[in-house]
């Protein structure tokens, strides 16, 4: 195939672009929104009330990524949000012959899916202009060929019909990316890159600098020379730029077709995979859809996309000889979660991983560098083992003291997504390393929840330095000995003197539970501060404890140790209140049948379902059905329709469990069940 590949013709974009069509504002007005889409130019841009934190939730809501082709462009933009209202309905983008695309702050923050570029390019849009770009989704916009730009002067001059010099779009960017946006994407830049057309810049950094644990790793994974298979430089520094050689390289039914679709499109027969016993593929987000979509009218139109993304990627499965963690054989439900099942049994301590999701970071508890990619990144990677990086900035997140009881993981990342650092987004991008003797104690699934959500301060990766714990976790996962866990332990730790563009410190012994407020993660509270403003306890509807963040080993102990003290008070879950409980994998049901869980779980009237991502995107039990109803979540973001319609309230597995017991979010505390049977 590489042989093929030398034969494709190749070459660079015009020395200058100009933009022919409209321009669209997204601005927090429903009102303006709908006259834009109607065909109103915006005269005056300056003051206007730009989206800020715009997800690609909103771009492209998880049921538009039930399609892989052209349909997509029907689509971009309909769960976003303005004023409280969702103006954009299908195939107005368009419809009304819109070029660019502007916004505020952080566009393009939390999944990492590339259906959202991919829909507004193929609705005609060509450049997306916003004060700050989140960088999966930027990197999306450049694989796809799609122009980004932080400049909003721009505007006059597109809409002047000026040309512009393709050097403005290089402007700050590094080697890699500057040719990756000449060549008009990722694709045609490998292509040029193994007919020697173009050569990452090579690695100058002095081999005696000192380095993070992220930064080590990236430097044993750096490839020198694609064709000779040369991997490997003493040392990086933030800012160097290349190709990072990958060990895995895993993918879930979302982006598997697509991906399959760009190989087909691209290579034509000749499109195999490199190496596909380091290829994983999953079928983990869609398995319960047809719980919460209607089989009828637009209902059955989506199950037969969501159900063809089924069967194509079963079909690539077995063409192209991907081992393929699917669905149950004897019951509903999957064999769990990517990244639950990547950190259970795949990653190791220095390994480099790459997954088509934003929360590839779960397994950087284990020391590993994981990191979400979109699906051209993905696609190139079936060809060339590789991913472009750059080197980010690191930053060190040291949690200090001993936490209190009741106090978890979850509040810990509540408290650090409120951090100013990281509210105000000067951590975009950043490799995060959590440190300090509070993490040090925490149980390798508790890591997995800081490492998870790095997605949330909208970090590269989020890593903890392996140590005697991880290696007991490998023994146990993985059938290997203490010692020889432990030995692959070793070294993996950031040196004395490494370079910190921050360090950002948390008192743990000073904390109380947290929760997130509906809208962002980054919206944590005390619950003690948000009982006072909201003027007492917040009833909830819906409790859900799972997900990849929430659905671990050490979670279900936290479930199960709130609900068998409700049994013992003789209370059960609020009769007002849905409770549902969702492993993260078959290892993790089968901890809890071992350990007697499920009769709790029953017992107290929790809803226990099989693995699947289900509500944590829309598709599964778990997710509200009106504006009105209120869940207190134990997943890892809250965006607007994340999960349903309704107002979602982010918190840990203790607080959730309390919740769903009490009838309203509370903390949990020995002795509060007593209190509350009597008030019943």
């Known amino acids: 195939m590489l042989d093929f590949l030398r034969a494709v013709d190749v070459g660079k974009r015009p020395s200058a672009i100009r933009f022919q069509g409209r321009i669209l504002f997204l601005v927090d007005d429903a009102g303006l929104m709908r006259r834009q889409l109607a065909g109103e130019d915006v005269q005056e841009w300056r003051g206007l009330p730009l989206r800020n934190d715009i997800s690609t939730d909103e771009i492209t809501p998880a049921r538009v990524c039930y399609y892989f082709d052209e349909r997509l462009g029907e689509f971009p933009y309909l769960g976003f949000r303005a004023g409280g209202e969702f103006p ?101 830049y490998n292509v040029a890159r193994l007919q020697g057309k173009a050569v990452a810049p090579a690695i100058e950094t002095p081999p005696d600098r000192p380095m993070t644990l992220a930064e080590k790793i990236f430097a044993r994974h750096f490839v020198t020379d694609l064709e000779r298979n040369a991997v490997g430089v003493a040392a990086v520094k933030p800012g160097d730029a290349g190709f990072a050689r990958a060990d895995l ?17 691209s290579l034509g027969d000749e499109g195999k995979i490199n190496d596909p016993s380091s290829v994983l593929f999953f079928r983990d987000h869609l398995t319960f859809l047809d719980e919460v ?27 192209q000889g991907v081992k393929l963690h699917g669905e149950l054989p004897d019951r509903k439900g999957s064999e769990g979660i990517c990244h639950s099942i990547v950190y259970q049994n795949y990653a190791l301590p220095g390994q480099l991983i790459i997954g088509t999701d934003s929360h590839t970071p779960h397994s950087g508890a284990v020391g590993c560098l994981a990191f979400g990619v979109g699906t051209t990144d993905i696609f190139n990677s079936w060809i060339t083992k590789d991913v472009r990086v750059k080197v980010p900035p690191a930053v060190l997140v040291k949690v200090t003291g001993k936490k209190p009881e009741g106090i978890t993981a979850k509040d810990f990342m509540l408290e650090i997504l409120r951090h100013p650092f990281v509210k105000e987004g000067h951590a975009l991008g950043t490799l995060v390393e959590y440190a300090g003797e509070a993490v040090e104690a925490l149980g390798i699934d508790e890591r997995a929840t800081m490492t998870n959500m790095a997605a949330e301060v909208g970090a590269f990766t989020g890593i903890i330095a392996p140590d005697g714990k991880t290696a007991r976790f490998l023994s146990e996962n993985r059938g290997m000995s203490y010692d020889d866990a432990l030995r692959l332990c070793e070294g993996w730790k950031s040196d004395p003197g490494a370079e910190w563009l921050n360090v950002i410190e948390i008192d743990a012994s000073t904390m109380t539970p947290m929760v997130a407020t509906p809208g962002d ?48 008070a003789g209370l059960k879950v609020h009769p007002r209140v849905k409770f549902w409980i969702q492993f993260g994998s078959q290892d993790v049901r089968r901890y809890c049948e071992r350990r007697g869980y499920l009769e709790i779980f029953r017992s107290v009237g929790a809803r226990v379902i099989e693995p699947s991502c289900g509500a944590c995107i829309n598709a599964g039990p778990g997710v509200s059905d009106n504006r009105d109803q209120v869940t207190v979540s134990a997943i890892n973001r809250n965006f607007p329709g994340r999960s349903g319609p309704g107002q979602m309230y982010l918190a840990s597995p203790l607080t959730v469990a309390a919740s769903a017991i009490v009838g309203y979010i509370a903390a949990y505390e020995p002795g509060r069940f007593a209190a509350n049977r009597s008030a019943r």
């Not at 999306?140 to 597109?158: A, F, K, Y």
């Not at 039914?253 to 190989?263: D, G, K, N, Q």
């Not at 637009?298 to 499965?317: F, I, T, W, Y």
């Not at 993660?521 to 819906?542: A, C, F, M, Q, S």
């Open 88 to 188: 954009v309905e299908a195939g107005s983008v368009k419809k009304a012959g819109f070029v660019a695309s502007v916004s505020g702050r952080r566009r393009g923050k939390g999944s990492s899916r590339e259906a959202s570029p991919y829909a507004e390019k193929l609705a005609g849009i060509r450049l997306i202009l916003a004060e700050s770009i989140e960088r999966i989704y930027k990197q999306n916009c450049q694989n796809l060929g799609l122009l980004t730009s932080d400049d909003l002067e721009l505007i006059e001059r597109v809409r002047a019909g000026e040309e512009i010099p393709l050097e403005e779009f290089l402007r700050g960017e590094d080697e890699v990316t500057q040719r990756i946006i000449e060549y008009g994407g990722l694709f045609n």
């Open 249 to 265: 390289r895993f993918s879930h039914e979302y982006v598997t077709p697509m991906a399959a679709s760009f190989l087909k499109q």
């Open 293 to 319: 979509i209607m089989s009828d009218g637009a209902g059955a139109e989506l199950l037969s996309a969501a159900n063809r993304l089924k069967e194509e990627q079963e079909r690539v499965s077995r063409e």
């Open 521 to 568: 993660p980054g919206n944590g509270v005390p619950l003690t501060e948000l009982e006072k403003t909201h003027g007492g306890p917040i009833e909830v509807e819906i409790a859900y404890g799972g997900s990849c963040t929430a659905g671990k080993a050490e979670d279900m102990d936290m479930y199960a140790r709130v609900l068998a003290d409700a049994l013992k």
